[in-house]
Nanobody, 121 residues
Framework: HVQLVESGGGAVQAGESLSLSCSAS????????VSWHRQAPGKEREFVAN???????TISDSVKGRFTIAQATGKNTVDLQMMMLRPEDTATYYC????????????????WGQGTQVTVS
């Protein structure tokens, strides 16, 4: 049974920064590939960034140069650092455990977090 906890959302002014964290526990066999997505009111959920267990990252063009994703050393925790926030970044941000990686192989996991709200005014 995996517990997935997102934290760090809030309300900020344009130009400010926020950091979101995604922590997975309870399934210690896996090292997870993790992604962040967001959904603004009335819009489709969109990909923001992901990171694989070897540290490879992919960043959406819409946030490239402003957002970074990193894995906390030794933990199943991934941080999304958001800088120079804009009103259009306002959304509910969701963490997703994409894939479980084991010594013997890997498999799709596809577990979504409950979301955390980011509001930029």
């Amino acid at each position: 049974h995996v517990q997935l906890v997102e934290s760090g959302g809030g309300a900020v002014q344009a130009g400010e920064s926020l950091s979101l964290s995604c922590s997975a526990s309870g399934y210690t066999q896996c090292k997870f590939d993790v992604s962040w997505h967001r959904q603004a009111p009335g819009k489709e959920r969109e990909f923001v960034a992901n990171i694989t267990i070897d540290g490879t990252t992919t960043i959406s063009d819409s946030v490239k140069g402003r957002f970074t994703i990193a894995q906390a050393t030794g933990k199943n925790t991934v941080d999304l650092q958001m800088m120079m926030l804009r009103p259009e970044d306002t959304a509910t941000y969701y963490c997703k455990l994409d894939r479980c990686n084991l010594a013997a192989g890997h498999y799709a996991f596809n577990l979504w977090g409950q979301g955390t709200q980011v509001t930029v005014s």
